[in-house]
């Protein structure tokens, strides 16, 4: 499994970077295995994305906006998502990942469970 970010990587707006830069230096810093996919610079990718976003997940009008998660093929979540999961310490869950051994995400697991 790969998790996949679909993002603007040249000439995006300020919101949409920072949202951007938030989601793939969390996937770096802990060191998640992921693919960025830029919807700017490649047309298949903008409308595989655009295609692949659940329509109750879509904005009530316009086209969904980057970043947007997948894991392989299944929708994940856009920013929102992904900020509500990471300050619920869910991330992992989230991404349909298992948090590694030792983390503070499976510590926090088990302090829930004990």
Same mark, same amino acid.
């Given at each position: 499994?790969?998790?996949?970010?679909?993002?603007?990587?040249?000439?995006? $707006?300020? $919101?949409?970077?920072?949202?951007?830069?938030?989601?793939? !230096?969390?996937?770096?810093?802990?060191?998640?295995?992921?693919?960025?996919?830029?919807?700017?610079?490649?047309?298949?990718?903008?409308?595989?994305? $655009?295609?692949?976003?659940?329509?109750?997940?879509?904005?009530?009008?316009?086209?969904?906006?980057?970043? $947007?998660?997948?894991?392989?093929?299944?929708?994940? !979540?856009?920013?929102?998502?992904?900020?509500?999961?990471?300050?619920?310490?869910?991330?992992?869950?989230?991404? !349909?990942?298992?948090?590694?051994?030792?983390?503070?995400?499976?510590?926090?697991?088990?302090?829930?469970?004990?």
């Amino acid at each position: 499994m790969v998790i996949i970010s679909f993002l603007v990587v040249k000439s995006c $707006r300020g $919101r949409i970077k920072k949202q951007q830069q938030d989601v793939l !230096g969390f996937l770096e810093a802990n060191k998640i295995e992921f693919e960025e996919k830029d919807i700017a610079a490649n047309e298949e990718n903008r409308k595989w994305m $655009r295609e692949n976003v659940p329509e109750d997940r879509r904005p009530a009008s316009g086209n969904p906006l980057p970043p $947007r998660l997948f894991n392989d093929s299944r929708y994940l !979540g856009d920013y929102e998502a992904f900020f509500e999961a990471r300050e619920n310490n869910a991330v992992y869950a989230f991404l !349909g990942l298992t948090a590694p051994p030792g983390s503070k995400v499976e510590q926090f697991y088990l302090q829930l469970v004990i």
